[in-house]
């Protein structure tokens, strides 16, 4: 499939590109409790900042005052856990009004969630649990993200989660079923590079091959994290800084993708703020390299200027 | 099978406290490496202690208490018994306090007061930020009578054993003191949570108007038939509601 310019990523529903000349990665960090005050006293340093919206959706607070700091001069997205859009149980009424209002306030540059299920018998598991990847899957899940999409106005993004264990009924791999899934509903991908490492080495397959059965123009935004090796499985556990492997695979993906936002996330032992976003700034400017541009703040500084 | 018996079967052994679920291997692939029940354990693992550390974090002086060790074996007794039914991961602990006062005289009863307060606190801590603040002035005399107050969402307002508030304080376990039993109001005005303790005759009279109850209902209560110094103390109760911001809005139509 060709790849679509930049400048019509630039008009898509979730405004991920913003800046269709420059081909700036903008980078972003997710923002976490241990981070707040410094937060609210100078905001942050990189592009964008990532919302988990289970913890801004009908809350106030210092939480809902740092989402307002942030967003008075950045982008943010809102990323979820608990959507389930691969569950059974119906969506929570409830909890999709209030992303919606959220959405309609915070005005994000993307909605997001992943693609799995995490709920059983009205229950939450708050994990992200693998689906089957069957027709009959597709079909499900195809039919839950219009429907979250209409209620939004606006696409969804969709991230492959990190897995441990495979189904035997699945008739497609993992990255047929998630292009099938938004091509179908007309949804996008969050790409977690991660996610595709871990998952690759703890059921065998290349990542390589993954990202190139993707289709590049729903590619939409990228997240980096850290892993553990738990001895006969890596663990997808975001405690630790991106590993060279990923980086390895991040740069393969933003060759194929091109200059996708992407954001770095950290959560357990979780480090000092400035360490944080320095760590995104690295992995833009590893994707700036690659991509055979000139990266840095001057670059930025006039993309914002404009 | 069908995906709704996959995903009702997964979430059987991924939520599993016995363990033992038959059959994993003709539904997951394994490898030489990892069984299927060792797949499957992992997801069991990060299914509990995810949900034991969102406990933690929102009931730490109930772990304080209890030691490390304690409490682990309390909450995950509890997490078997409790799935979580709210999109936000910290809210599994909602039946926490009442699970413990459950457990009888062992561990002490005054231990889920402590749960309890700290579940109000948690709930004071992320409620929604009010849209207004109602003054005193709002409560025009001619409709005060039928008035009701509607509150901000994050004022809690419970009873319980003043010993503990001393825990929740930091204070030492257990403690000497006798039991006494008290009205608390948990809020957050700002970023900050605040709480306070109640007389018996403002708790209840702050319990009713939090059920809707009419003024001049709310202020009958502060009614002892000493005249003029109950109607200053009902007065005082009233002013430090709006002071302190807990009034929302002030609705004289009724209901």
Not at chain 1, 29 to 48: E, K, N
Not at chain 1, 104 to 113: G, L, N, Y
Request: aromatic share 8%; net charge negative.
């Amino acid at each position: 499939m060709r790849r679509a310019p930049v400048a019509q990523q630039a008009l898509s529903h979730d405004g991920a590109a913003t800046c269709p000349t420059a081909a700036v990665v903008r980078v972003g960090i997710g923002l976490r409790v241990p981070h707040y005050d410094a937060i609210l006293q100078r905001g942050i340093s990189v592009d964008f900042a990532e919302a988990i919206s289970e913890n801004f959706v009908a809350r106030g607070g210092r939480a809902r005052s740092v989402l307002t700091r942030v967003r008075a001069d950045r982008d943010v997205t809102l990323h979820g856990v608990s959507l389930s859009i691969g569950g059974i149980d119906p969506l929570s009424e409830s909890y999709l009004k209030g992303l919606v209002e959220l959405a309609r306030e915070i005005e994000p540059m993307s909605v997001s969630d992943h693609l799995c299920f995490g709920t059983f018998g009205g229950h939450y598991a708050h994990d992200l649990w693998p689906l089957p990847y069957t027709e009959e899957a597709i079909l499900h899940v195809v039919e839950r993200v219009q429907r979250v999409q209409d209620r939004l106005g606006r696409r969804l993004l969709l991230e492959n989660v990190s897995s441990y264990v495979e189904y035997r009924q699945s008739v497609l791999d993992e990255w047929e079923f998630l292009s099938e899934v938004v091509t179908r509903a007309d949804a996008a991908i969050l790409l977690d590079v991660n996610n595709v490492f871990v998952s690759s080495k703890n059921h065998g397959f290349s990542g390589s091959d993954y990202l190139a059965g993707l289709p590049r123009e729903r590619v939409h935004q990228i997240h980096l994290a850290g892993h553990s090796d738990a001895g006969g499985y890596l663990l997808d556990d975001h405690g630790s800084a991106v590993s060279e492997p990923v980086f390895r695979l991040y740069e393969e993906a933003i060759l194929r993708f091109g200059p996708v936002p992407t954001l770095l996330e950290w959560d357990e032992r979780v480090p000092e703020l400035a360490v944080l976003e320095a760590e995104a700034e690295r992995a833009g400017e590893r994707a700036q390299r690659r991509l055979g541009r000139q990266t840095g703040t001057a670059q930025r500084g006039e993309h914002e200027a404009r | 099978m069908k995906l709704a018996e996959l995903q009702r079967y997964f979430a059987a052994a991924a939520t599993s406290s016995s363990g033992a679920i038959l059959g994993l291997e003709e539904v997951f692939l394994g490898s030489d490496s990892l069984s299927p029940s060792a797949r499957l354990g992992i997801y069991n693992r990060g299914y509990y202690y995810r949900l034991l550390d969102a406990l933690a974090s929102v009931f730490s002086e109930t772990k304080r208490v209890l030691g490390d060790a304690r409490f682990e074996q309390l909450g995950l007794t509890y997490l078997s018994r409790h799935a979580s039914e709210h999109p936000a991961v910290e809210r599994v602990g909602r039946k926490f306090p009442e699970f413990l006062r459950t457990l009888g005289p062992a561990p002490d009863p005054v231990l889920a007061d402590v749960a309890a307060l700290e579940w109000a606190r948690l709930c004071a801590l992320v409620a929604a930020d009010p849209a207004t603040l109602a003054r005193p002035e709002s409560l025009e005399p001619a409709h005060f009578p039928d008035a009701r107050l509607r509150f901000v969402a994050s004022l809690q307002c419970l009873a319980l054993d003043a010993r503990a508030l001393r825990v929740v304080e930091g204070g030492a376990w257990p403690t000497s003191e006798p039991a006494r039993e008290t009205g608390v109001a948990v809020w957050r005005p700002a970023h900050a949570l605040l709480q306070t303790q109640l007389e018996p005759v403002e708790y209840r009279a702050l319990r009713a108007a939090l059920g809707d109850a009419p003024m001049s209902y709310v202020c009958a209560i502060f009614d002892t038939g000493k005249g003029q110094d109950d109607e200053e103390r009902a007065f005082l109760a009233l002013r430090g509601w709006f002071s302190r911001h807990w009034v929302e809005e002030v609705d004289s139509c009724g209901p």
